[in-house]
RNA sequence: GACCCCGUAGCUCAGUGGAUUAGAGCGCUUCCCUGCGGAGGAAGAGGUCGUGCGUUCGAGUCGCACCGGGGUCGCCA
């Protein structure tokens, strides 16, 4: 697919090198400043010191020399200082814009760089037995928005679900289970029992050493696939999926597999052996399995003396089977940053033993949530928030304002609406600046519905769909549309705006950034609002400029669904 | 002690070497409803880009050091 802005671009580098003045490789094209009036610059510093000639002068003789071909996509070519300046054509480009939006539609965006390769993300990845928690929800979040944009880019994506469902606390689990029963609560509330019957227990055993005993004797018969130890393991796993599938589908996430942890237990002795034979570790005096100076890192284990594995050992058995299985060209983690130093002792250790020659390893990390008082939320400080309760009070909260502000719609469209406007304030909130920063829980900021926020996105939408009903409502004059007419100052900077969704999805994916997606949404609706106030669109002067600002109108509504979607919000035909 | 992330307006954030004036939102001060959704639009005040040295024709952006905040560091995940 070649879009407008890459053919003009195209165009733009043609015209250069056709002058036979300045060679292909000295010309490295930007994007100007937003209050440069050009929508692609070549500054001459570099091509004037290669050729010695100072940059002004060199820019001015390569503006006189250019000849633009009919029908260009180049509007005007001016030197200014020691830059070359491109503008686009007004005209063509609206008419160029509107009519790929039109023809691409909900493809619009969609490119092939990624055709024949494929990239597995590992994200969400909840704890069996336990709530999921603000760790998650960041995890879940970003994840799918990238899973989002590399299907957009081409790519085969592959999403895996990490579970957490091995290690020893499942044996105080199923202990805890047998002494207490199972809880007879719903979705989250279920987990929630749970997780106070796992405190109550572990409690306990601190006291007494039978009871500690008597877990740790699960915990054994689990892992010797014990019958009856295996099936209420698997009823826990069963429990929490339901749950945390509820909080999927409201948040618009579809993980393709959850091998889980516990699906690598076969493979484990061997990746053991695989890093003594490869010499990347060795055993130590007391037994325990050690990789020592890897690159600088600090010393680590993968095995313990006891024999037990670890969370390291089992992730290099992650990372074999994804090779085996998938063939990607990536795995993305997306994982919190607390992690970062475990996963570069991964990934050192995965690439000297040689598990991963084609396929990069990248860690999406992202940073710690805090609360109001600056304290990190956790469960043992009582101020943790959970993803179900969390989405319950931000839905709720936004009924409150449709019922406020739109009092007639039927009830049934008001609790949609709410919903994707509640949910679209969480999702948001995760999604609209760099993942790395810590962010602290900010109610008043998560849940505004002005500014750089979801609803405003989604007002945006639906404000343009709001024309739309009503144009068609009218009947309308059927007369010819001419794109041409689209000239105003405010049409031609959403026009260039659009024009810019399938770069933006090109640099979030190549950023590993939803927020480039964020921020393309809320420019876009921006200069839509500008637009709206400036440009009449059913009264417009003419039947056949009404026509055209219907269709830049649609187009709008259609690119900026597109990007929503791509976050994982959705967008409402009215709130 | 070592290593990782962050430091830009009162607050939350964009800005990944280039152009008199470093951009948004929130908050604050003013405007705009005889035009399609005011969950909107316009204008204004508000900045030693943590500090210093360096690299470069050019640094918020790259390097080094320091300061401040967050985090991690062999038998948890």
Known sequence: MDYALERFTAEVTQVLVATGRVPANLIELTTPKPNIPADLALPMFKAAKELGQPPPRLAAELAAAITLPPDSLIGAVTAVGPFLNFSMHPER????????????????GHQDDGAGHRIVVDYSA???AKRMHVGHIRSTIIGQALVNIYRTLGYAVVGD????????????????????????????????ALEAQYARYAAAAKEDPALDEHARLWSLRLEQGDPQARALWQWSVDLTMSAAQRNYDRLGVHIDHAYGESFYEPMLAGVIQDALTNGAAFRDAEGAVVVENLEHLPTFLIQRKDGGTLYMTRDMATILFRVREFQPTQIVYVVGEPQSLHLRQLFALVRTMGYTTTSELIHVAFGTVFDGEGQALSTRRGNMIYL?????????????????????????????????????????????????RNITLDWERMLSTDGNSATYLQYSHARCRSILRRA?????????????????????????HLARLPEAVREAGARYAPFVIADW???????????????????????????????????????????????????????
């Not at 179900?388 to 719609?409: C, F, N």
């Open 93 to 108: 480009l609206a008419a160029a814009v509107v009519s790929e939006i039109q023809a691409t539609g909900v493809n619009y």
């Open 388 to 436: 179900e309760t969390l989405l319950d009070d931000a839905v709720s909260r936004a009924r409150a304002v449709v019922e406020r502000k739109s009092p007639d719609l039927p009830e049934a469209e008001k609790n949609a609406v709410a919903e994707a406007v509640g949910v679209g304030a969480v999702v948001y909130n995760d999604l609209y600046q760099d993942p790395k």
């Open 472 to 496: 068609s409502e009218d009947g309308g004059a059927s007369a010819d549309g001419d794109l041409a007419l689209l000239t105003h100052p405010s049409e031609t900077r959403l026009l260039k």
């Open 161 to 192: 679900n990490h579970l957490g469902d091995w290690g020893k606390q499942f044996g105080v689990v199923l202990a805890s289970v047998e002494r207490d029963g199972k809880p007879s609560a719903q979705g989250e509330a279920a987990l929630e």
């Open 521 to 575: 949404c809320y420019t876009t609706a921006r200069e839509f609002g500008v637009f709206f106030e400036q440009c009449p669109v059913l009264k417009a002067d003419s039947p056949a400029l009404r026509v055209a600002r219907l269709a830049l109108v649609a187009v709008t509504a259609t690119a900026l669904k597109n990007g929503l979607g791509l976050l994982g919000l959705k967008a409402p035909e009215r709130m």
């Open 126 to 128: 909840p704890n069996i």
